[in-house]
């Protein structure tokens, strides 16, 4: 039986994506579009994109309260909730009562310790609902996201960290010490909201880090799932940097090898845990490239171990917007819902 399913908070670019992968999708069927500033507003009307399309562009975005989730719950399926943190918490706990499956795209349900949560965010509005949120990354979390009603979205840098490092410290072919995480993301990342780095003149011809030294909010997410792939607590030394492209994330983490490790073991590792899934491990010598998987929920990794320093490189590519956000709830719901992982999700990037 296919799904009826809605989006609050559709005109930020996650929701946007959402409805360009929904309406691929040929189990789901988008029915109700909601965000608060553009309410009453046809969707077209918002994102021109979707002109014309028979079923999607004439949808009313309507307004959306915590009070009305019951009625909804009898309208919907499922809900793709892509609201700041905070606000998120309280849409998604309405909804979850109600009874309506919930794929949240926030930073409020991935971390399941409340008081991490309150060193990185503020109070979490509904601590009780930690517990029941499963993290959705379906290559690590698949058996838990059978049936799962609430899943907690990954975020994006945690994703291509996550994806290259975590079948190293599985494997236990790196140590689990001093992991240093370099990622570059294009200006979509920041959201839609433009600000004074985010506006053209500003990040059209430079490159700049931000958030160093640990102040990253994605952090503790990454911590919490390298933690559980190495079976011990992890630390690492996160160092974001924004640039002068729309979308797509490129991570290279830096890692002591153990003894014996080789890069070819390092495919392997990844290869054995992906298998023939969303994520492509790379050829020695072929390095990712974010041109490679814009718009598509495919990740690419790759392995090289500099042998002058004795350092290992784990590199991924993925576009943040699809597989960092929007595909990766979908994939996640695909998973929860007992259907295959890819199901409706763009597989071949936009090329150029």
């Not at 994703?159 to 490092?165: D, G, K, P, V």
């Not at 952090?219 to 160092?239: H, M």
């Not at 491990?281 to 990794?301: I, Q």
Request: negative net charge.
């Amino acid at each position: 039986m296919d799904k009826r399913v809605g989006i609050v908070g559709v005109t930020g670019y996650t929701g946007a994506e959402l409805v360009r992968l929904l309406h691929a999708h040929p189990r789901l069927s988008l029915q109700y579009v909601a965000a608060r500033e553009t309410k009453g507003k046809r969707l077209s009307e918002v994102l021109p994109a979707v002109r014309g399309v028979s079923g999607i562009a004439d949808l009313v975005i309507e307004g959306f309260e915590p009070e009305s989730a019951a009625t909804l719950a009898e309208r919907l399926d499922v809900v793709f909730t892509a609201l700041p943190h905070g606000a998120s918490a309280r849409a998604v706990a309405a909804l979850h009562e109600a009874g309506t499956t919930v794929a949240d795209l926030s930073a409020d349900f991935r971390l399941k310790n409340a008081s991490v949560y309150e060193q990185w965010y503020g109070e979490h509005p509904v601590p009780a609902l930690l517990a029941k949120a499963v993290y959705g990354q379906p290559e690590w979390h698949g058996e838990e996201l059978v049936d799962a009603r609430l899943i907690a979205v990954p975020g994006c840098y945690p994703t291509s960290a996550i994806l290259a490092i975590a079948p190293l410290l599985e494997r236990g072919l790196v140590e689990p010490t001093r992991i240093l995480v370099d990622s570059k993301s294009g200006v979509s990342g920041a959201g839609k909201a433009p600000t004074a780095s985010t506006h053209f003149p500003e990040a059209a011809e430079g490159i700049r880090p931000y958030k160093v030294a640990g102040s990253h909010r994605h952090t503790p997410e990454i911590e919490q799932e390298l933690s559980r792939a190495a079976g011990q607590d992890i630390q690492i030394t996160f160092t974001p940097h924004l640039v002068p492209m729309s979308r797509g994330i490129l991570t290279t983490a830096y890692l002591s090898p153990r003894p014996g490790t080789t890069a070819e073991a390092c495919r392997e590792a990844a290869r054995d845990r992906y298998g023939a899934g969303l994520v492509s491990v790379l050829a020695a010598n072929t390095l990712p490239d974010t041109l490679f998987v814009r718009g598509s929920a495919r990740a690419h990794l790759a392995y090289e171990l500099d042998e002058r320093t004795n350092t290992l490189l784990a590199m991924s590519a993925i576009d943040n917007l699809a597989r960092g956000a929007a595909a990766q709830a979908l994939q996640a719901l695909n998973v929860a819902l007992g259907w295959p992982a890819a199901l409706g999700l763009p597989e071949i990037a936009m090329f150029p």
